[in-house]
């Protein structure tokens, strides 16, 4: 079983709609929880990064831990098509500084 | 945000050569830099942490003869990939710790070996 299990898709939505990303882990030592965005042939990016179970918002962002259900999700609002990329859900013991164990990614893609 | 460069962006060498690669941290100080390779539509997988002074740790299965690492520098940390072979064709992704929270990443370098 992989540490972290993440739908690979490929998701394809319409423009405006709400869009949810989802990952699974199997090791309850993971306690920093991130989301990257990663666009083709290049580096992934930060979305959001968060300690503790519950929700964390930033601008169309939210990203969502359930740690008893070892379950993360990210919600995008308003989703466009700028937004078309790989997510990739990623997660540590402590901190950006320990290893990180990344998904495989989703790919999305927002349609106009 | 912090920005992590990386060159080259693309290099296609001969099976059997060496080629190294740079990562840069432009506007920080990087004492640990991470080194990840990432397969087509796969995750990136850690293939070493080094810190500036010391030795690279090399994550279990990666050669450290094969992958030699170099973190001279607070800013600069280069990796080389020793006589290559078609089955290390990748993209090679490096980032930097700022601070102790986050990882900036690079744009990557995709590696094909003939």
């Known amino acids: 079983q992989k540490e972290v299990e993440q739908d690979p898709g490929p998701l394809s939505v319409p423009e405006g709609a709400i869009v949810s990303l989802n990952c699974t882990y199997s090791?309850?030592?993971?306690?920093?929880f991130m989301w990257y965005r990663q666009y083709s042939r290049k580096g992934p990016e930060l979305l959001m990064y968060?300690?503790?179970?519950g929700n964390k918002e930033d601008g169309r962002f939210t990203a969502q831990v359930d740690k008893s259900s070892k379950y993360i999700s990210l919600f995008i609002r308003d989703s466009q098509p700028s937004d078309s990329a790989t997510y990739l859900c990623?997660?540590?013991?402590?901190?950006?500084?320990?290893?990180?164990?990344f998904g495989s990614g989703t790919r999305l893609s927002i349609r106009p | 945000g912090a920005v992590v460069s990386q060159h080259p962006s693309r290099v296609i060498c001969k099976s059997g050569t060496s080629v190294k690669i740079e990562c840069r941290s432009l506007?920080?100080?990087?004492?640990?830099m991470f080194w990840y390779r990432q397969f087509p539509k796969k995750s990136l997988m850690l293939m070493a942490t080094?810190?500036?002074?010391?030795?690279?740790?090399?994550e279990q299965g990666v050669e450290k003869d094969k992958f030699l690492i170099n973190h001279a520098s607070l800013t600069l940390s280069t990796l080389t990939v020793t006589s290559a072979h078609p089955e290390d064709s990748s993209f090679y992704i490096c980032?930097?710790?700022?601070?102790?929270?986050?990882?900036?990443f690079g744009p990557g370098t995709r590696l094909l070996v003939l």
């Open positions: 968060t300690y503790s179970s």
């Open positions: 980032s930097g710790l700022e601070g102790q929270e986050t990882q900036y």
């Open positions: 080094s810190n500036e002074g010391s030795k690279a740790t090399y």
């Open positions: 506007d920080f100080q990087a004492t640990t």
């Open positions: 090791n309850s030592a993971f306690q920093y």
């Open positions: 990623a997660m540590s013991a402590y901190s950006s500084a320990s290893k990180i164990i």
